[in-house]
């Protein structure tokens, strides 16, 4: 079956340093692969998406890249700060899923002042 | 603002007994969605529906329930036959589109079962 899945679980930072969370996948068929961010108690929140035709894209302060041949994605964050400390979760979706999403377990992110 | 209610927060139930979350969204969007979320894990897709009165189960849906009976609500009661209740429970709505389906989420519904 489907999977997605995180390489490591917890990711701790220095403040001000760049942060990489990755993530693996099975399905080939994706259409799309999007992060998501979820703060303590509260529920997840769209960061950035990419579609599967793409290599890289990027937004504020982060940027996504795609790496089809090994089915493995990460999530870069720039000069890292102590509101970033969250979990991170990335989940593929698309029309192959029938709309529905499929979500890895999560990494926790620590923000060192 | 438009967004995604769900209620109530925190809810304690005892064994035995049947419990409804509800969730509310005003963002027209057309298809609703119920995850669960253990600690330490990800989200696993209990229910979900892409239009008023119909729903489909997701890899978890054994021991809940769904209606969809308006487009702007999508209550999930959770029975007495669901063996592990207590978790963190997410409702999320979305467009149906061609493109990435991205998910909108309420703030969580935590069930502690007594």
């Known amino acids: 079956g489907e999977s997605v899945g995180l390489h490591l679980p917890t990711l701790s930072v220095q403040e001000g340093d760049n942060s990489i969370i990755n993530c693996a996948y099975s399905?080939?068929?994706?259409?799309?692969f999007i992060w998501y961010k979820q703060e303590s108690g509260k529920g997840p929140q769209f960061i950035i998406d990419i579609r599967s035709n793409m290599d890289k894209r990027q937004g504020q302060r982060v940027t996504v890249l795609l790496n089809k041949t090994v089915k493995h994605l990460s999530l870069q964050i720039a000069a890292t700060q102590p509101g970033d400390s969250a979990v991170y979760f990335c989940a593929e979706s698309g029309k192959t899923n029938a709309g529905k999403s499929t979500f890895g377990d999560g990494t926790t992110l620590t923000v060192k002042p | 603002d438009g967004g995604i209610t769900q209620s109530p927060k925190y809810l304690f139930r005892k064994e035995g007994q049947n419990v409804t979350l509800s969730c509310e969204q005003n963002l027209n969007h057309d298809a609703m969605y119920w995850y669960r979320q253990d600690p330490g894990q990800g989200l696993r897709l209990i229910y979900y529906s892409q239009i008023v009165n119909d729903f489909q189960k997701g890899d978890i849906a054994e021991g809940y329930s769904v209606s969809r009976e308006k487009k702007e609500s999508f209550p999930l009661t959770v029975t007495s036959a669901q063996k592990n209740p207590t978790a963190f429970y997410l409702c999320?709505?979305?467009?149906?589109?061609?493109?990435?389906?991205?998910?909108?989420f309420g703030a969580g519904s935590r069930l502690t079962v007594l």
């Open positions: 399905n080939s068929a994706s259409d799309y």
């Open positions: 999320a709505s979305s467009t149906i589109s061609s493109g990435a389906n991205v998910l909108t």
